[in-house]
Every structure is written in structure tokens, then in C-alpha cells.
């Protein structure tokens, strides 16, 4: 059985594995360090472009994917029918909803502002919202949402939650328009499919009460940047994101020059100890599957 990961570095992280299993390293660019007709099971570099999947037309024993990320989405219109994919859902919970609860502190406190003043030697008291008493809307109910609710909750916020279908405690999609007009925060950490692509359009927008803030810890795709643009730009409303549409972001683009965007290069899960983390599920997915066993967080549907 042959298995290709994406670090060298993640060779030591796997664990003991069964008798007969070949790890090889290759991180997508450069030549093949074997025969990729021979390939059962892939570790593909994470953050990965559509390009990265180039590959998948060469490997065609392949049986399985293990990705070092939660968002599969460039991957689910083009694995192969018979190829398993699966997802690192968990592994960068706790790093995803640390930015996401930071990004809302720092813009409902205005750190973005100071920082800009900080250089100019500008020691000058602003006064600021806070999460304190607000009511904050997380889009996207997984364990990320999940995470930055419980966090803000303790911060004293009250938080309701949405999601693909309702069960207790989180509303349904289809309610979101209905909600918005409500809530002082909304936060977006749910996957990029074909049902979630520009759901934050114009129309979305406009719902949110004045001076609300969107955090987008999601996917760059999922929000309308022209119509977030329009409505940060006329002061309506503040945006934090780490992640955009186009991606890398433009320079020259409106968006970096607005008073108030945060705006960070999606670095949400970039901190130290993100291999180990990353790494994590493989070696026992790779044990699970020499052993004939079902593999875990299977993508089903996008997610």
C-alpha cells in the first residue's frame, strides 16, 4: 500500500503503521517520487488551490484522501467517482474560533483603529462598542460556530445560531433573512457549496442592522465583496475578515483602505503547532484503512 503526505516533517506524526505501507513525500510541485498509478491513499498540501488537484489525473488506483483542512471545497467537483475524500474536521476548531472571537473583540474595541494611530504617536481615547450585551448571529453551526458561541456567550453576548437544517437550539438557513435585522454581530464559519456561494449578497446586507459588524472566518466566495465594499464604505456597517474574493486580496483594492475593515491574510489556522495538529487524523485514517476499517469525516454533500 503506498501512501503520499504532503511534509516531510508529518513522516514522524503518523504513528506505528501496519507492515506493507510505503509513505513517500510530495507537496505538489516538482516531479512524482514514484509511479502515481500506483497511489492508494493521498495527503495533499492543505490551503490548496484548484491546480493542486491537477495530480488526481495521474493517480488512477487512488482510493482515498485525508486533507489537512475542514474546507474541502476545491476538491468535491473533481475526486473521482470511488475515491473517498475526507476532511480534518476538528483539528483547527480551536484556532479558527480563537481569530474569530479575536477579530470580533478587536473591531468591536477598535484595536484596528489604534493600531493605525500608533505610528503617527497619536495617543487619543476613542470611544468603542463592545460584546458585552450584544447579540451576535454565527452562520454556520459546526464545531467552529459552535466553539466561538460558547466563547462569546461567556463574554456576554447572547448568540443564536444557524445552520443547513433547524434541530433545537439553531435556526434554519431559511430563516436568516427573517433574523438579521436583530443582531449587532454575524459571524460566517460554514462551508463554501454551491448552496452558500454568495449567500452574503446586496439583499443580505441591507437586512443587517446599522453599524452591525460581519466577521467572515468562512470562505471568500460566500460573501458578495462588491456589495461589502459598497455598504463598509458608506459607514453602515464594519466588516472583519480573514478570508475575501478575490484571494490574495488585490493591492489597490477598495476594500484596503476602508476605515472600517479588518483585514487579515487568511491566517486563521496560521500559528505555530498547526502540523501536529493537521497531522493528527492521518495516521489513524491511514491504520483505518489498511485494516479495511470505514474512514472518519467522510465528505458527504460539500461538507
Known amino acids: 500500500m503506498k501512501v503520499w503526505i504532503a511534509h516531510e516533517e508529518g513522516r514522524a506524526l ?18 512524482y517520487p514514484s509511479d502515481p498509478a500506483a497511489l492508494d491513499f493521498w495527503v495533499p498540501p492543505f490551503l490548496a488551490r484548484s491546480k493542486v488537484t491537477t495530480p488526481l489525473l495521474d493517480m488512477t488506483s487512488l482510493k482515498a484522501i485525508q486533507l489537512l483542512s475542514a ?22 476548531t480551536g484556532v479558527t474560533a480563537e481569530w474569530t472571537v479575536g477579530a470580533v473583540i478587536a473591531s468591536m474595541r477598535g484595536f484596528d483603529v489604534f493600531a493605525r494611530k500608533q505610528p503617527r504617536h497619536e495617543w487619543k481615547v476613542e470611544w468603542t462598542t463592545t460584546v458585552v450585551g450584544k447579540r451576535v448571529l ?11 458561541g460558547e466563547v462569546l456567550t461567556v463574554l456576554g453576548a447572547e448568540v443564536e445560531k444557524v445552520a443547513r437544517s433547524a434541530r433545537p437550539g439553531v435556526h434554519a438557513i431559511d430563516a436568516v433573512d427573517a433574523l438579521l435585522p436583530d443582531f449587532d454581530v454575524v459571524v460566517l464559519i460554514l462551508p463554501l457549496t454551491d448552496a452558500t456561494r454568495g449567500l452574503v449578497d446586496a439583499k443580505f446586507l441591507s437586512r443587517m442592522k446599522d453599524g452591525a459588524l460581519l466577521v467572515n472566518a468562512a470562505r471568500g466566495p460566500i460573501v458578495d465583496t462588491d456589495a461589502l465594499v459598497a455598504e463598509v464604505a458608506s459607514g453602515r456597517l464594519r466588516c472583519a475578515v480573514d478570508v475575501v474574493d478575490p484571494e490574495p486580496l488585490p493591492e489597490g483594492h477598495p476594500l484596503w483602505d476602508l476605515e472600517g ?10 500559528v505555530d503547532g498547526t502540523l501536529d495538529r493537521a497531522y493528527a487524523p492521518v495516521g489513524p485514517q491511514i491504520r483505518r484503512f489498511a485494516n479495511g476499517e470505514p ?3 467522510v465528505v458527504a454533500d460539500g461538507y
Open 14 to 31: 503518523l504513528g506505528p503503521l501496519p507492515a506493507g505501507v510505503e509513505v513517500e513525500v510530495y507537496d505538489g510541485r516538482g516531479d
Open 71 to 92: 474546507g474541502a471545497e476545491v476538491w468535491v467537483p473533481v475526486v473521482p467517482e470511488g475515491v473517498v475524500l475526507c476532511d480534518a474536521r476538528g483539528v483547527h
Open 138 to 148: 454565527i452562520v454556520g453551526a459546526g464545531d467552529i460556530g459552535e466553539k466561538v
Open 261 to 270: 475593515a479588518l483585514i487579515t491574510p487568511h491566517a486563521g489556522a496560521s
Open 295 to 297: 474512514l472518519e469525516n
